[in-house]
């Protein structure tokens, strides 16, 4: 079964421009979870989607926004880019979806750079 | 958010049992402890998680104090691919996709 795919992995911005990235979860799994990752703040979660609706959210700014389509793959778009915004953004992937504890499983991350 | 306490940083020997410790004090009745690890340059990888009881899986296993206070990941034979930043985390209701990393615990291990 494939993993977590994540693109672009790498990603260059200039300041105030905006970016999208897409995150395809593993076949079958429904709920989508994206995280912020800088040597700073560490690990921190940003949104989460099932079956197309977010279902739960972090402490981000509106700046940060994401969605889902009805094939569970994932988008998550930062706009007026800041320096800070600097960082790997990470997807996981799901499959129990509400009822059991489940893991998730991550994928590569996309390494998005603002200068 | 429920709070875990873990160690900065700890070494292992190769081929040693390593006990990585995680203290979990305000953990609630409907709380999940997961367990994952971030091997350099790589997004976190799954290791195990628990309610209750013990849990053994191919990776490790987790020992879960009787008033769940506190719990250890225990990998039997560390390796060097074992050297990594582990992460103890509770998760409310066990399904929920919002993850709430700390600062976890750095594992060294020397040959």
């Known amino acids: 079964k494939a993993g977590v795919t994540q693109t672009p992995r790498y990603l260059i911005k200039t300041r105030g421009q905006q970016v999208t990235l897409s995150c395809s979860p593993i076949?079958?799994?429904?709920?989508v979870s994206w995280y912020q990752q800088t040597p700073g703040q560490g690990l921190q979660f940003l949104f989460e989607?099932?079956?197309?609706?977010?279902?739960n959210k972090g402490n981000f700014p509106g700046r940060f926004s994401g969605r889902q389509f009805s094939n569970s793959r994932s988008e998550m778009n930062v706009s007026t880019l800041e320096l800070g915004d600097s960082a790997l953004y990470l997807c996981?992937?799901?499959?129990?979806?509400?009822?059991?504890?489940?893991?998730?499983?991550f994928g590569p991350g996309t390494r998005l750079t603002v200068t | 958010d429920a709070k875990t306490t873990q160690p900065n940083s700890m070494e292992s020997n190769e081929e040693e049992p390593v006990h990585l410790p995680c203290n979990h004090s305000?953990?609630?009745?409907?709380?999940?402890i997961h367990w994952y690890r971030q091997l350099p340059s790589q997004g976190p990888e799954y290791v195990i998680h628990?309610?209750?009881s013990n849990v053994n899986n191919r990776m490790a296993s987790l020992a879960i104090a009787e008033d769940r206070k506190s719990s250890t990941l225990i990998l039997h034979r560390a390796t060097l691919r074992d050297a990594a930043v582990y992460y103890c985390?509770?998760?409310?209701?066990?399904?929920?996709?919002?993850?709430?990393f700390g600062k976890g615990t750095k594992l060294s291990v020397k040959p």
């Open positions: 996981a992937s799901s499959g129990l979806g509400r009822a059991l504890a489940n893991e998730q499983y």
């Open positions: 076949s079958g799994h429904r709920s």
């Open positions: 989607y099932f079956s197309e609706t977010q279902r």
């Open positions: 305000t953990i609630s009745g409907t709380d999940y």
């Open positions: 628990g309610l209750t």
């Open positions: 985390i509770l998760n409310y209701g066990g399904s929920q996709g919002n993850l709430i």
